[in-house]
């Protein structure tokens, strides 16, 4: 009896893991191919599953924090408004658990901003929240890449006139780029990379750098060929400023 419960155990784990890789697979696939209905797919699939792990629970939380961005930047503001209040109640599980708090605080960080995104007019009464959380983060965890990030994405969207500068968010970017290659040991299939690069070649480009925006839309392209963003999209723009 012990044997057989040990053996339904490790088929459990065996099948858990091949959905977790399964579901990775899917969601770059998504993103290099701008196919975001599919990304869309994962997240509610994840959600059908029962008694989800903490790791699948962030993995879960980590896609609807890049679906909620792309529907922002798409004007799809009610779809955005569903998955964001989903990724509040996943970094409430989590929180709850106490289960990587230095990424917890950062994606709160990152959650406050685009409900800022989604109504503006919060932004003087929550605004510095989302700073708060993502020094928080780096007080857990002075590496923490995705905190950067989340400083980075207030300096690009703070307006000008409040303080905001592309070149003081393309520091933070770098910085967010330097410690995500300091743990890694080889080249991932991880849209959260392809993402930061082709954001930090982006604001290069409207900053008319435009070496340096090439330069990061080859370190993209070199990963990923089949890049639509960049291939598609950026670099086609990168080459009417160039000529």
Sequence with gaps: MERKKLILFLVFILQSFVSFASFKEEIYYAYISNKMELWQEVID??????????????????????????????????????Y???????IT????????????????SAFIGYEIGISP??????????????????????????????????EYYKPAIFGGSKKEAIKYFLKALKFYNSKRNEINKDWNLLHLLATIGKIYLEINDYNNAKLYFDKALKIEPNFHWVKNELYPLLSTKIR
């Design 93 to 108: 599980k989590l929180e709850q658990k106490k289960y990587k708090l230095s990424v917890i605080y950062a994606y709160k």
């Design 121 to 154: 007019y919060k932004a003087p009464f929550i605004g510095s929240k989302s700073i708060e959380y993502a020094y928080q983060s780096i007080k857990f965890d002075s590496s923490n890449y995705f905190a950067y990030i989340q400083l980075g994405n207030a």
């Design 45 to 82: 699939k994840i959600n059908k599953i029962p008694d989800k792990s903490n790791e699948t629970i962030l993995e879960q939380l980590n896609y609807c924090y890049g679906f909620v961005g792309w529907c922002l930047g798409h004007k799809k503001k009610d779809i955005a408004k569903k």
């Design 84 to 90: 964001l209040q989903l990724g509040n109640e996943l």
